[in-house]
T-cell receptor, first 111, second 112 residues
């Protein structure tokens, strides 16, 4: 069965520091991977997705993620975070057209 | 382009009461999803519609939850009777091509 593991429930970081949010998946079929962001009291917004092709995917707000098939990972990175990046981040795998989400990582950016 | 609209944004009820949530998807999106997001967890799919037909309701607790999309546009999710463990955010999402999903802001339900 397909599943997603987000290893860190919370990641505190200072403004302008780099950050990496970790995501590992398990799937027996071809994978389509997503990162969503959820700001307080809002719905989920798509940050980026990997469907095929280049393993380095660039998304909105300066985020990028790298698909690593051998390590079954899809970690999210940003070289310099802002206070406004404080939010919950969800990694997801799509199976047919259904999304299976991880438990989320709360990114807290401090001034 | 208007996004996915959901109402109400918040609802507080007592256990054993009934509650209904409404969702209006993005215009032209044939696929509509309802998710349940319990605090500290990722969203979990409850039901998926394609136009006015159900594609997948395998995770819907059918003894108390029901959903409909009669005209293939907006949708209603109902819980009757509610239990304490139903406290969650209920998210609606829609998709044009069954690939990218667009989410509404959700309805936060508190069952006391």
């Amino acid at each position: 069965a397909q599943s997603v593991t987000q290893l860190d429930s919370q990641v505190p970081v200072f403004e302008e520091a780099p950050v990496e949010l970790r995501c590992n998946y398990s799937s027996s079929v071809s994978v389509y991977l997503f990162w969503y962001v959820q700001y307080p009291n809002q719905g989920l917004q798509l940050l980026l997705k990997y469907l095929s092709g280049s393993t380095l995917v660039k998304g909105i707000n300066g985020f990028e993620a790298e698909f690593n098939k051998s390590q079954t990972s899809f970690h999210l990175r940003k070289p310099s975070v802002h206070i406004s990046d404080t939010a919950e981040y969800f990694c997801a795998v799509r199976v047919t057209d259904k999304l299976i989400f991880g438990t989320g990582t709360r990114l807290q950016v401090f001034p | 382009e208007a996004g996915v609209a959901q109402s109400p944004r918040y609802k507080i009820i007592e256990k054993r009461q009934s509650v209904a949530f409404w969702c209006n998807p993005i215009s032209g999106h044939a696929t509509l999803y309802w998710y349940q997001q319990i605090l500290g967890q990722g969203p979990k799919l409850l039901i998926q519609f394609q136009n006015n037909g159900v594609v997948d309701d395998s995770q819907l607790p059918k003894d108390r939850f029901s959903a409909e999309r009669l005209k293939g546009v907006d949708s209603t999710l109902k819980i009757q009777p509610a239990k304490l463990e139903d406290s969650a955010v209920y998210l609606c999402a829609s998709s044009f091509d069954r690939e990218d999903q667009y989410f509404g802001a959700g309805t936060r339900l508190s069952v006391l």
